[in-house]
């Protein structure tokens, strides 16, 4: 089965610095990978997504992510922090193997907190 | 365009009641997908119709079942409810592959239930 780890539950980064949160998966092929984004007591909302295209993929609200292959990963970047980027952040994997992309493995999340 | 809507927006029930919710997907998409979101256990998947067929399902007792309608709305029902069960629960929609793409899902906003 598909897995997607996000490594750090909480990450606090001041306003006008680097935002990095870390996503690797588990996979023999390379899945389609997404990131969502999550205000309190809303839905989810698609930030960006990688299926087979350019390795890096710009998304919404200056955010970009990076496909490296031999690393597994799928980091997320933005380069200045707002305050308005508060909020929880979801990596997702597809599964290229069993349901041809369509079904959708989430991490565990990463709560990024803006210090002023 | 209308994005997902899901109904009730708050639910409230007594242990061993049973609930409906209601979810609409985009005009459009086929799929229909039910997330349980619990407090500290990110999103699980709970199960996944297309073309009015239940694709695959998560790890979740029997007690927790749904349908898809021939307009692709869809309904998740949660029989003998528990304490455990209080928890948002999110619809998300997207175009499937035999449509010719697939480029991730798009979320409601969820309906909250609360189980007392």
């Known amino acids: 089965a598909q897995s997607v780890t996000q490594l750090g539950s909480h990450v606090s980064v001041s306003e006008g610095a680097l935002v990095l949160l870390r996503c690797n998966y588990s996979s023999s092929v390379p899945p389609y990978l997404f990131w969502y984004v999550q205000y309190p007591n809303q839905g989810l909302q698609l930030l960006l997504k990688?299926?087979?295209?350019?390795?890096l993929v710009k998304g919404i609200n200056g955010f970009e992510a990076e496909f490296k292959k031999s690393e597994t990963s799928f980091h997320l970047t933005k380069p200045s922090a707002h305050m308005s980027d508060a909020a929880e952040y979801f990596c997702?994997?597809?599964?290229?193997?069993?349901?041809?992309?369509?079904?959708?493995?989430f991490g565990t999340g990463t709560r990024l907190t803006i210090i002023p | 365009e209308a994005g997902v809507t899901q109904s009730p927006t708050h639910l409230i029930k007594t242990r061993g009641q049973q609930a409906t919710l209601r979810c609409s997907p985009i005009s459009g998409h086929t799929s229909v997908y039910w997330y349980q979101q619990a407090l500290g256990l990110g999103l699980q998947f709970l199960l996944w119709y297309d073309e009015g067929e239940e694709r695959n399902r998560g790890n979740f007792p029997p007690r927790f079942s749904g349908r898809q309608f021939p307009n692709y709305s869809s309904e998740l029902n949660v029989n003998a409810l528990e304490l455990e069960d209080s928890a948002l629960y999110l619809c998300?929609?997207?175009?499937?592959?035999?449509?010719?793409?697939?480029?991730?899902?798009?979320f409601g906003s969820g309906t909250r239930l609360t189980v007392v």
């Open positions: 997702a994997v597809s599964d290229p193997l069993n349901f041809g992309n369509e079904k959708l493995t």
């Open positions: 998300a929609s997207s175009l499937s592959i035999r449509q010719g793409a697939f480029y991730g899902y798009t």
């Open positions: 990688y299926t087979s295209a350019a390795t």
